[in-house]
């Protein structure tokens, strides 16, 4: 029941049929409340392709964004997500082979949505005096506009706003960041190459740490599973742990190991994008059931970057 509520689609399908009740009960406007939320659903993703198209600018390649309607990440589209992320999401990385991240495109990139924003706020206007247009449905759509660009401006710790600031007062950690998340999608590098050229002398780059205990999983999984599940790996970030502790699981499970209940659990307690992929692993692991890990077959890619995948998928060949 918590997975249901914590879905894109039951707050979708619990609005509606709220809306419908109330419509047909009561003197509310359940259509004046339908755009309201279609509105807010479409300037939520107008925000995040103006992410999209700064970063586009600056070479930077799409991975993943997201809205209340769904997600596309890593070449596919997700209809049913996590509630959290159906705020918004962009994410994007710059390929090697086109040089490192610098201020100037991270600076663009993370304004680009409240650009957007202020765009829309000015030609809404204009247009609405211009033509004198009265409608409730156009006030709200430029209110909605407005509110998002104020709300995002504002920096506050982990907001666009506040993430601005700290590149503009010389905190260049979001650049160690960047170029660290870079590796995940790297076609050109091998694993060997990426762990290796991976700086971990930042300590606030979690990005760094995550990149390199996953290149090490990859070149180990050609070798013996054993070294993988075996070997500490530290991380700087709770939900890249929690990921790369799933992946161990996993090579320990392919190495014909048996899972205690505490690490059958790690499955369970996924958040963000990851949760998605490792639920069906959970239910698998829970049940015994095989049809779960025919959820996998269907699709070529699982997670937001093609290392994760490839470490994901090599494991579970092994099942």
């Not at 586009?56 to 596919?76: D, P, V």
Request: aromatic residues 16%; glycine residues 6%.
């Amino acid at each position: 029941m918590k997975n249901i509520l914590n879905t894109n689609w039951f707050w979708i399908i619990f609005i509606i049929t709220l809306g419908i009740t109330l419509e047909f009960t009561t003197n509310f406007d359940a259509l004046f409340l339908f755009g309201m939320i279609v509105v807010w659903i479409v300037t939520v993703f107008y925000h995040e392709c103006g992410h999209w198209f700064f970063a586009k600018i600056r070479t930077m390649k799409l991975f993943m964004i997201s809205s209340f309607a769904g997600m596309y990440m890593n070449g596919r589209w997700y209809f049913s997500i996590p509630a959290y992320i159906s705020w918004g999401v962009c994410g994007m990385y710059r390929p090697l082979r086109n040089g490192r991240m610098t201020k100037k495109d991270s600076m663009w990139y993370i304004s680009g949505g409240m650009i957007f924003n202020l765009i829309a706020v000015v030609l809404l206007m204009g247009i609405r005096y211009i033509f004198s247009i009265e409608n409730d449905i156009l006030d709200f759509t430029i209110l909605m506009n407005g509110v998002i660009m104020i709300a995002t401006a504002i920096p506050v710790k982990n907001n666009d706003g506040g993430r601005l600031l700290g590149l503009m007062r010389g905190n260049l950690d979001e650049l160690e960041v960047f170029n660290s998340s870079n590796y995940l999608f790297s076609e050109e590098l091998s694993a060997k190459e990426i762990f290796n050229e991976t700086s971990l002398e930042n300590e606030n780059d979690y990005m760094a740490s995550y990149v390199r205990n996953l290149a090490f999983i990859e070149m180990e999984s050609n070798n013996d599973f054993k070294n993988i599940y075996s070997t500490t790996l530290i991380e700087r970030h709770e939900i890249n742990l929690q990921v790369i502790r799933g992946f161990q699981a996993m090579y320990k499970y392919a190495d014909g190991q048996e899972l205690d209940s505490h690490e059958i659990e790690i499955f369970n307690g996924q958040a963000s994008v990851y949760s998605i992929p490792f639920s069906k692993l959970y239910q698998f692991f829970k049940t015994g059931e095989t049809e779960h890990l025919a959820y996998f077959e269907k699709h070529r890619t699982h997670f937001p970057s093609e290392l994760e995948n490839k470490v994901f998928m090599r494991a579970l060949e092994a099942f």
